[in-house]
């Protein structure tokens, strides 16, 4: 958890570098806009400052895309700890479930999915005789939403999971 915090605040100091960059080149020609009296001068100047960059654009719209995201998954979270059912239009794009089936509030399964929906349907089908499901925890690496399920499933040793303990 430590290590996903320093690069998250690593991540955002490269963010004010490169804001307060892009603010020292704006400053700098909001100064020689100011000594023009024309207007017509002032409007060509600025939309100079605003079409020649591109990659500045490209780079605020891809962190407003990714603090979507941070929200959505937020507001799932705080709906998996307040118990709302999740619908289709909570899934995240790209993110791995761990969830866990419950029978009288025993663990019976642990598992692993993208589709959480069409998987609990699937085990409602199944001879699997559970009363409840929970999300466990979210991940966006595949690879480590597995060694978290492997490790719960040593931990709890559900009567479903076909896996050797």
């Known amino acids: ?3 996903n915090i320093n690069l998250e605040l690593l991540e955002l100091y490269r963010e004010k570098y490169k804001l307060c ?3 020292s080149k704006i ?3 909001i100064g020689k806009i100011q000594r023009y009296t024309d207007e017509k001068d002032i409007v060509k100047t600025m939309s100079e400052v605003l079409d020649d960059d591109e990659e500045f654009v490209k780079w605020f719209i891809e962190r407003q895309e990714i603090i979507e995201k941070r929200k959505k998954k937020n ?3 705080n709906k998996i700890k307040t118990g709302v059912k999740l619908t289709q239009q909570d899934s995240l794009p790209n993110s791995t479930y761990i969830y866990a089936l419950y029978d009288n509030n025993e663990i019976v399964y642990l598992g692993l999915t993208k589709q959480l929906d ?3 349907k699937c085990h409602e089908r199944s001879e ?3 009363d409840k499901y929970e999300i466990l925890s979210i991940f966006n690496d595949r690879f480590y939403a597995l060694k978290e ?3 719960l499933i040593k931990m709890h040793k559900p009567k479903y999971n076909k896996q050797s303990f």
Do not use: P, Q, Y
């Open 149 to 151: 399920e492997n490790r």
């Open 1 to 3: 958890m430590n290590c």
């Open 75 to 77: 507001t799932i979270k």
């Open 118 to 120: 069409s998987r609990i």
């Open 21 to 23: 960059e892009r603010l």
């Open 128 to 130: 699997k005789v559970f």
């Open 27 to 29: 400053n700098s020609k």
